[in-house]
């Protein structure tokens, strides 16, 4: 578990009990029990596992239990591509959910070449526009209008996401 890596998210709050020597710090252990005591579901613990630590075994975990979940909903309409659909779409949900700073800039808002330096075209001062359809079925790898049939279910499924961690983030007492 890469739980140092998540006590640098987590400032050290009134509720910890007496420190120890590592001088007010919240450490590994801290997050530990907190996460511990917090009661999430595998989804949940998965979601800020994945988001906040970058672990990419949890990112696994997240895409077969969201897989589970959805593709109930998604069977019933008749997939014209088949089930590898629906791995795109989850997986592109849930690095639209994770990933904030633009990728081809890196979150400077500004693409350099060697004569110029541009605005970047892809993000709004660092932060990707997920927004667009072009953009979304550019990164599935289809035809902006074949994207346009699965909108509604990816939305349902970012939807889902958007429930885990809202639930995930209440369950840790951080909204």
């Known amino acids: 578990m890469k739980a140092e890596l998540l006590s640098k998210l987590s400032l050290r ?6 420190g120890s020597v590592h001088h007010g710090a919240v450490t590994p252990e801290d997050i530990n029990i907190m996460l511990g005591y ?9 979601f800020l596992m994945m988001k906040f630590v970058n672990d990419t ?6 895409f077969y239990e969201l897989y589970d979940d959805v593709i109930g909903f998604l069977i019933n309409k008749k997939l014209t591509k088949g089930k590898w659909i629906i791995r795109k779409l989850i997986n592109m949900a849930i690095l639209e959910s994770c990933i904030d700073k633009c ?12 004569t110029s330096m ?15 359809d072009q953009v979304r079925s550019e990164l599935l790898g289809m035809k902006k209008q074949d994207f346009t049939k699965y909108k509604k279910q990816y939305e349902q499924i970012l939807n889902k996401i958007a429930e885990i961690e809202l639930s995930a983030l209440q369950k840790i007492g951080d909204t």
């Open 118 to 132: 541009d605005k970047c075209p892809h993000c709004h001062k660092g932060a990707f526009l997920w927004n667009d």
């Open 13 to 18: 709050t009134q509720s910890f009990e007496k």
């Open 57 to 62: 075994s949890a990112r696994d975990d997240l």
């Open 103 to 114: 990728m081809f800039c890196s979150g400077t808002g500004f693409i350099k070449t060697e």
């Open 38 to 46: 917090s009661d999430l579901d595998k989804k949940e613990y998965s």
